[in-house]
């Protein structure tokens, strides 16, 4: 079985990601890596945890040489509207932290890379309607510059060096596992905790934002599937558009509220919704569909249904 390395392990993604590749591996070839936050639970009773930071390359090597890896899952990352607050630290993590990654790799011989871009490396300029999959990227805030940036660089690595490098753009992703960890789609996933709780939300975006959706289920099984995708049938060497859903915030409270009796939201945008406003509401992924057969199995009805359920259940 393939040792694989998981940076980021405990955020949004790395939460769920890692414990479906140890499903996938078994648990003692998956390495789980976080920079400061505790591990959850189950991670750290069912497979091998490490502590570093990913701006430290050394700490890299170090893992990987020890562990035997093949593949790297790089998930490292603050967040758009927590990296508005600190963009240095953004770049440091986002970018940094991704050349450390690659040059490692190169220097171990890692087989493959995963790495997420997002619709943040979209900008003001992108055509916001099924925004195709080669179109300007003049995104405005420090998140999406790493993002611009990291897809150049994964494509360089992947043409100078010859290192198999995968990525697709997340569009926002919404789970009952994992909290709201800091970035502008934040909404989608904090309005179901607080219709469970208090049975009203104070939306930080307008009523009718729209912007492309993933149910992290959808998420993970898509990552796994590019992951194991023959490498000849890849054809986009920055970044795959990955797409499932789309729908305006207040289209997402009035499902909610079809589900919680009672549930009302209010709209009170902030500093977010300017970010918001310069991402695409809807994405084209037919590249994404055609090369590895991505399809996405989650509507706006489904995932709502299964949030609630699972919510109900860890909030009681």
Known sequence: MSKVLVIGAVGQIGTELTMALRAKHGNENVIATTRK????????????????????????KRSVKANGVEEIYQLASLLSATGEQNPDLAFGINLLGLKNTLDVARECGVKKIFWPSSIAAFGPTTPRKRTPQYTPLEPTTMYGVTKVSGELLCQYY???????????????????????????TDYAVAIFYEAIKQKKYECFVGPQTTLPMMYMPDAIRGTIELMGAPREKLTVKTSYNFAAISFSAKELADEVAKLVPGFTCTYAPDRRQKIADSWPESIDDSQARRDWNWNHKYDLHKMSMDMIENLKVKLA
């Open 37 to 60: 936050s505790e591990f959850p639970e189950a991670m750290k009773n069912s497979g091998p945890c490490e502590k570093w930071d990913v701006t430290d390359k050394e700490a890299i």
């Open 158 to 184: 992947g043409i100078k060096y010859g290192l198999d490098i995968r990525s697709v753009r997340y569009p926002g992703l919404i789970s009952w596992k994992a909290e709201p960890g800091g970035g502008t």
